[in-house]
């Protein structure tokens, strides 16, 4: 448990996953079918928590592969203005697209349609992930997304093996999106693979459900994977979520607020939560600090935009009344 908070608070992280482009109805509470314009910023889990780690003071390269064209360059740019390392994205050409996400800011029947045919992210190969220079890094972030198809998969597992070596711990996010896989059974098998092979896993209930055969077992999941010695962060939605490391149990609530969309949330937890353990904060502290970054990110529209500044995310805590009782 040591050298994964050494790694965290090196506060070098490398990411690997997806870059997207994200396009969201304007203004707020406008349905997608019925909007005349739409907003348009960085999308895609991966990049999402690299903006969040950078905004809030950590340094983050993202280390994916984007399409030879206009909304590659988008993703790139975007990654550049939020101050993401991007020298370990290969441009691929051919047919291959960044994925895009289309969606609204209002909770009522919200809407994501996610486009994905042919994504340029699945084109990570282990190549790529021997060409990366793991000794500039503190610590290893992924997606669960990027096993979903291959030659990813198995790059990526390749930079586990890589980042091994060079000492890094691997922090890893479920995100599982069954639309990404080929059949639940082989989602299962491989999250529960990189679980294995992770130092701190992240995810909510319905994932660890999922990576145990169902939902009610998923604390239980949680519980095994922690008695391994991984810290193990189980998320419940509005329940809070329950950290378990070192042989504690450390349950924390969330921060109410009025909610304009529920995507974001993930992706700026992770990031509130390691930069606040690279910060110094105590572990119930960072945790509760992801917490509020979570809110703060669906209380507005976008995501990459919609995280906040470390003088943001202390403002928030300032002025709310606190969390709500674990």
């Known amino acids: 448990m040591s050298a994964l908070l050494d790694g965290i608070k090196g506060n070098r992280f490398a990411v690997f996953g997806r870059a997207g482009m994200d396009m969201f109805a304007d203004p707020v509470g406008t349905k997608s079918e019925h ?14 928590i690299c903006a969040g780690l950078v905004k809030l003071g950590s340094a983050a390269s993202l280390i994916t592969s984007v399409s030879d064209d206009a909304v590659g360059r988008f993703a790139l740019n975007r990654l550049a203005h939020y101050g993401v390392d991007t020298s370990f994205i290969r441009v691929l050409g051919g047919e291959y697209r960044l994925s895009l996400a289309v969606y609204e800011s209002c909770i009522e029947d919200f ?3 996610i486009y994905r045919n042919g994504a340029v992210d699945f084109q990570v190969t282990e190549d790529d992930m021997d060409a990366v220079d793991y000794t500039g890094f503190s610590a290893l972030i992924t997606a669960g997304t990027v096993f979903a198809s291959e030659p990813s998969r198995s790059a990526t597992f390749r930079a586990f093996e890589n980042a091994r070596k060079a000492g890094l711990p691997v922090i890893f996010d479920i995100d599982y999106r069954p639309y990404s896989w080929p059949s639940a059974d082989v989602a299962s098998d491989v999250l529960s693979r990189a679980g294995d092979e992770s130092d701190l896993i992240v995810g909510n209930d319905e994932e660890f459900g999922f990576m145990a055969g169902g939902i009610e077992h998923g604390l239980d999941k949680a519980r095994e994977l922690a008695a391994k010695g991984k810290m193990v962060i189980y998320k419940m939605g509005e329940g809070g979520a329950v950290t378990f490391a070192d042989g504690q149990e450390i349950r ?9 969309k529920p995507n974001g949330a993930g992706d700026s937890f ?3 939560l390691l930069s606040s353990i690279a910060d110094g904060h105590s572990l119930r502290d960072a945790v509760l600090r992801g917490s509020a970054c979570a809110s703060i990110v669906v209380s507005q529209p976008g995501c990459a935009p919609a995280m906040p500044t470390t003088a943001q995310l202390d403002d928030f805590l300032s002025h709310h009344s606190g969390p709500t009782e674990a």
């Open 35 to 48: 909007a005349e314009t739409f907003r348009a910023d960085l999308g895609g889990s991966s990049a999402n």
């Open 111 to 113: 809407q994501n349609v």
């Open 252 to 260: 924390t609530g969330i921060y109410p607020v009025t909610a304009v």
């Open 270 to 272: 992770m990031a509130g």
